[in-house]
């Protein structure tokens, strides 16, 4: 009975340690070094300015809520092409993310932005790391929209900071690109008399 109540009482201290009001939770580190976030990342949205074929000028937004008990800060999120009739090519000079969703713009973010094309991924580290709590999207802008319609999906995975971070796959950005006309974002016409 007294080892139960003293593994609770060392489990609920390495849950969660209270520091000014605010519950803090730690992350989960391997003893090889690997750090886990102690509760995932989610993402929440992915969707396109424009769905047809071979538009130019579209950007693709994948939003991800780190939760207030996720242990660790967002430092890297990959984007990865699994599937797709095309290969889908990104100007990552014009990548960007911002705290908040589409509706609820915050404070843009410092990003340094790479690609692996043999890979088809492209990964965005985050200067400084986002904080645990916030949500964040990253607007992705390809050089077109695929020129073959179809459904068109993109993996993403998200890392702590550290030298050995594990990388969190939060599920898949589905895109359906048509051809056609079909998909085209509308606009309001105004007529000048």
Avoid: C
């Avoid at 003293?6 to 969660?16: Q, V």
């Avoid at 800060?73 to 984007?79: A, D, F, W, Y």
């Avoid at 009739?85 to 990552?92: A, M, T």
């Avoid at 043999?118 to 077109?144: D, H, W, Y």
């Amino acid at each position: 009975m007294r080892f139960a109540l003293i593994l609770s009482m060392a489990l609920t201290f390495l849950g969660a340690v209270e520091i000014l009001g605010t519950k803090v939770t730690p992350a989960v580190q391997l003893r090889d070094g690997k750090v886990y976030f102690k509760q995932p990342p989610r993402l929440l949205r992915a969707v396109t300015t424009f769905k047809n074929v071979n538009v130019w000028g579209a950007t693709y937004y994948f939003t991800i809520k780190l939760p207030p008990n996720a242990g660790e800060p967002l430092q890297k999120v990959n984007i990865n092409q699994h599937e797709g009739l095309d290969r889908v090519n990104f100007d990552l000079d014009d990548s960007f993310a911002f705290i908040g969703n589409l509706s609820n713009r915050g404070k843009k973010l410092s990003l340094d932005v790479t690609s692996d094309r043999k890979l088809k991924t492209v990964s965005l580290k985050f200067n400084p790391p986002v904080s645990p709590g916030e949500t964040v999207t990253i607007a992705l802008k390809p050089t077109r929209n695929p020129g073959t319609e179809g459904i068109y999906l993109f993996g993403v995975t998200a890392f702590p900071p550290g030298d050995n971070p594990h990388g969190q796959f939060l599920g898949f950005g589905r895109f359906h690109f048509y051809g056609d006309g079909f998909g085209l974002r509308s606009y309001p016409l105004s007529v000048n008399k």
